[in-house]
């Protein structure tokens, strides 16, 4: 049976990291963070604090190796192997502090985010009043490796400040600052809009964009020309920006963007592989950060298992109206397009009937006004009408003609004396 290794045994690792280059294994605070503990130097303090051991073994410097097949333990917890690299974008709401633990007890990041993540750390960080775009990882070295100003990743912000500035000495950033002491690199700040504060000053909105991550860095600078920062958002980290996420919103960025992206910032070993994250969806908080509960969060669309459905009754119908005596009832209200009785079952509605025509609509109406000048020629062989022929009868001097007398040709004069006998 071969004999565990021991790490403290080992006489040549007497805190030198020189000797620790070559030969199987890597070193301890290199393995912890690749398996998302922490930090590198987090990790150190947790050495320090004799939090970290190998083989049941507390170790007591960070010039260590772990070995394949040593049990590496922090505080008493077996460390996981370390699983492929995974990103998530967090929008960051205030009053959250970015780290796992806070001394005066304050609500944090990780203790918000949902149970079912592996353990994350954060990115650089957003002190307590700041929001907006907060990257997360379960790879130290990523984590390392991005928060360096030698990657040249942009970090862009929106800050809204009080006080009154201009253009030209926003402008003068773009050559660095130095404030107390501490110089800060090329600074891009452009004015994106202003506006009057009741009570006198001005409210300025700025874009400000630059390549390292100091700490309080937005602010010093701008407090440093005469204003105060009152609001601050994170907008974007290099490629990965805020969007659409609501603030305590989670979202997992997909393996193929981390192949296209982190190429060169991470090994091939620790490269995601297929194209759908593992946590689908985007989270968001059930209950405020820092209650009980704080890091219960659910996915859109899942239910809440410590929470009973809530089942919407259906509004009950209203009673049919009771009318007293003498009131009138209300018309009911037929719609033009609505169908007719019967056209639902499929029977076709009957045709409307006309009145049937009368006798004396067929002839002129006799009531009214007579035609002045002649009347018009009646056709051969048709009859005068019975109007037609009142109105000859009517007129003085002429008699009216028997029924089937000869008429007059017209220019003939009529003959004298009346009829031959």
Do not use: C
């Not at 077996?78 to 967090?90: D, G, K, N, Q, S």
């Not at 970090?155 to 006080?163: I, P, S």
């Not at 009980?292 to 009950?316: F, H, K, N, S, T």
Request: hydrophobic share 35%; charged share 30%; net charge positive.
């Amino acid at each position: 049976m071969t004999k565990p290794h021991d790490p403290l045994y080992e006489p040549h690792l007497d805190g030198q990291d020189g000797e620790l280059d070559g030969g199987p294994g890597e070193r301890v605070a290199k393995a912890l963070a690749r398996a998302g503990v922490a930090s590198r130097r987090e990790v150190e303090r947790l050495i320090e604090a004799g939090r970290v051991a190998i083989n049941g073994k507390v170790l007591t410097t960070p010039a260590v190796k772990v070995q394949p097949g040593d049990f590496l333990t922090v505080d008493g917890q077996l460390v996981a192997e370390r699983e492929p690299t995974r990103i998530f974008r967090y929008h960051k709401p205030t009053g959250l502090m970015t780290t796992h633990n806070d001394p005066k007890g304050r609500p944090t990041v990780f203790g918000s985010l949902p149970k079912d993540l592996p353990r994350l750390i954060s990115v650089g960080r957003l002190d307590l009043n700041s929001e907006g775009l907060l990257l997360l990882t379960n790879d130290g070295e990523l984590s390392r490796a991005l928060e360096t100003p030698s990657n040249a990743w942009v970090r862009r912000y929106r800050a809204r400040a009080f006080g009154d500035t201009t253009q030209a000495k926003l402008d003068k950033l773009k050559d660095g600052i130095t404030v107390e002491g501490v110089t800060y690199g090329a600074i891009e700040a452009k004015i994106d809009k202003a506006h009057d504060k009741a009570g006198g000053g001005k409210n300025i909105w700025l874009t400000v964009s630059l390549s390292e991550g100091k700490n309080r860095e937005v602010r010093k600078v701008l407090e440093a020309l005469g204003l105060k920062v009152n609001r601050l958002i994170r907008m974007s980290y290099g490629p990965f920006a805020l969007g659409p996420l609501e603030a305590g919103q989670i979202e997992e960025v997909g393996p193929r963007v981390i192949r296209e992206l982190m190429e060169g910032i991470v090994s091939e070993e620790n490269m995601p592989t297929g194209d759908r994250p593992k946590f689908g969806g985007i989270a968001a908080a059930v209950k405020a950060p820092g209650t009980p509960g704080g890091g219960d969060l659910q996915r859109r669309g899942a239910p809440r298992a410590d929470r009973a459905a809530v089942v919407i009754d259906a509004p009950e119908k209203s009673e049919k109206p009771v009318y007293k005596a003498g009131w009138a009832k209300p018309k009911k209200k037929v719609s033009p397009h609505a169908p007719a009785k019967g056209a639902s079952k499929g029977i076709a509605a009957p045709k409307a009937k006309r009145a049937p025509k009368s006798i004396e609509s067929k002839f002129i109406d006799i009531g009214k006004p007579a035609m002045r000048g002649k009347p018009a020629a009646a056709r051969p062989g048709a009859k005068p009408t019975d109007g037609a022929a009142r109105r000859v009868s009517e007129k003085p001097g002429r008699a009216a003609p028997r029924p089937g007398a000869a008429k007059p040709s017209r220019g003939s004069a009529p003959p004298r004396g009346g009829p031959k006998r």
